[in-house]
């Protein structure tokens, strides 16, 4: 039983590249959720959805876009990567609307020159 | 102002000492607390739920205060291996299980 998977694990970008992050989970969870992780910014939340075929806007989504591609897995697009965009992002994912324990993936580590 | 506020640390103790962490958060609408740990350059995982009458795991109590939205955590006997990031999380008003993260506690335990 994997959990949350992400790939890649590291990644460096130019500026105005454009790249996708990929997120898988196998514990047949309907919510999932991308963050961002600064130092002493805590984790901010990209963009999230609450099941399949929805997406919704976090605290942050400017320069993001994503796709619910199905049940398991939700990717996480670049499309013009500014150097403001290194962070490391994690994906998560949580079963039930009352379960608030949120599952991480790994983690991806990208820096933008 | 941050939604929820943490003292960033580092908290360095020894082993066998007792700790304690604070956070406060600004919405009162919030339901649920929580403390989630890190290891460094790890992925955050539950460490426990915040109960308003107070809860203990082990070496771990947590406390929580509505009135002055305030919660703490207590780590008694301090291991080297608690060495990590603490954070404080609640849910995003009374939005089912949306999150909002401290920016964390830096714990570091030495021999």
């Known amino acids: 039983n994997a959990g949350v998977t992400q790939t890649p694990k590291f990644q460096v970008l130019k500026t105005g590249q454009s790249m996708t992050l990929q997120c898988a989970q196998d514990m047949n969870h309907n919510s999932m959720y991308w963050y961002r992780q600064d130092p002493g910014m805590g984790l901010r939340l990209i963009y999230y959805?609450?099941?399949?075929?929805?997406?919704d806007k976090g605290e942050v989504p400017n320069g993001y876009n994503v796709s619910r591609l199905n049940k398991r897995e939700f990717s996480l697009r670049l499309e013009s990567a500014a150097p403001s965009q290194t962070s490391v992002y994690f994906c998560?994912?949580?079963?039930?609307?009352?379960?608030?324990?949120?599952?991480f993936g790994p983690g991806t580590r990208l820096t933008v020159t | 102002r941050k939604e929820v506020e943490q003292d960033p640390g580092p908290f360095n103790v020894p082993e066998g000492a007792t700790v304690a962490f604070n956070c406060t958060y600004s919405n009162s609408a919030s339901q649920s607390f929580f403390w989630y740990r890190q290891d460094c350059r790890k992925e955050p995982k539950l460490l426990m739920s915040v109960y308003s009458s107070g809860n203990e795991d082990g070496r771990f109590t947590a406390q929580l205060n509505r009135a002055s939205q305030y919660i703490s955590l207590l780590i008694r006997d301090s291991k080297l291996s608690d060495s990590a990031t603490y954070l404080c999380?609640?849910?995003?008003?009374?939005?089912?299980?949306?999150?909002?993260f401290g920016g964390g506690t830096r714990l570091m335990v030495k021999p």
């Open positions: 998560a994912s949580t079963g039930t609307s009352d379960s608030y324990e949120q599952y």
């Open positions: 959805s609450a099941s399949e075929g929805t997406t």
């Open positions: 999380v609640v849910t995003i008003g009374n939005a089912g299980n949306m999150l909002t």
